[in-house]
């Protein structure tokens, strides 16, 4: 197994080819993303795969997104450090452990227990607190805490779910893939009082969002 220092290196090597090469400039992002050991949020056999330019598996048919997308979208989500953050889709951890270092608090909702609990077990690890994990139909968003700064949802449906829009702080940003099974478009929908504004981000693939406001 490669120690300590090799992923280091395979991590600036990531964030210099695959992100910032690739036009992502926050420097507090980039840096986040040198610090967060994604390896550890992996299957130990597929940690020497864990700063390639690709999803890799977490088990219960889930993956891990790529590196390159969890940039991509959390840039997107324009965050400064004060807000509140919704996360749709959980997985492993790993989107939830860097939107925990950009901001004041994240609310991460994933409908598989155990996914949640091993999330939850890695994150006390790299002692990140400012996270509340919970199980459920993150389509339906999570209303209890509500409204939300930022919302990222990591897994596709056939439509913009309506709870999310309505979930949404006064300015604040949604990220959400919306389109077919194998692929979607990235959006960024802004909220501007009852107006929501909408911005195509890109073609993605993402797995499905299973739920009464998606598949
Ligand atoms: N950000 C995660 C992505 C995991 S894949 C990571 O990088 O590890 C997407 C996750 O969304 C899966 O774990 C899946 O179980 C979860 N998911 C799908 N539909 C959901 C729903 N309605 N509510 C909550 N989680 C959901």
């Known amino acids: 197994m490669p120690d300590f220092n090799d992923y280091a290196v395979a991590r600036r090597r990531m964030v210099q080819e695959q992100i910032a090469a690739r036009g992502i400039r926050d420097p507090r992002l980039l840096q986040v993303m040198q610090e967060i050991p994604r390896h550890l949020f992996v299957d130990e056999a597929l940690m020497s795969q864990a700063y390639n330019d690709h999803p890799l598996s977490i088990g219960e048919g889930q993956t891990i997104s790529q590196p ?45 227990l155990e996914l949640s609990r091993r999330a939850q077990r890695v994150l006390e690890k790299i002692k990140i607190f400012n996270v ?12 209890a805490e509500a409204p939300y700064d930022a919302i990222i949802v990591t897994a596709g449906g056939p439509s913009l779910p309506r709870p999310l829009l309505e979930q949404l702080a006064e300015g604040g940003r949604l990220v959400v893939p919306v389109g ?11 909220r501007r009082g009852n ?16 739920g009464e406001y998606g598949w």
């Open 180 to 190: 077919g099974r194998s692929l979607q478009t990235l959006y960024r929908v802004t």
């Open 68 to 112: 390159y997308m969890v940039a991509l979208m959390t840039d997107a989500l324009g965050l400064t450090g004060r807000e509140k953050v919704l996360e749709i889709g959980t997985g492993s951890g790993y989107q939830t452990a860097i939107l925990a270092r950009l901001c004041d608090w994240v609310y991460s909702v994933e409908r598989i």
């Open 195 to 210: 107006q929501y504004v909408e911005e195509d981000l890109g073609g993605c693939r993402f797995v499905d969002l299973v």
């Open 132 to 143: 509340n994990l919970v199980v459920g139909d993150g389509s339906k968003g999570w209303p």
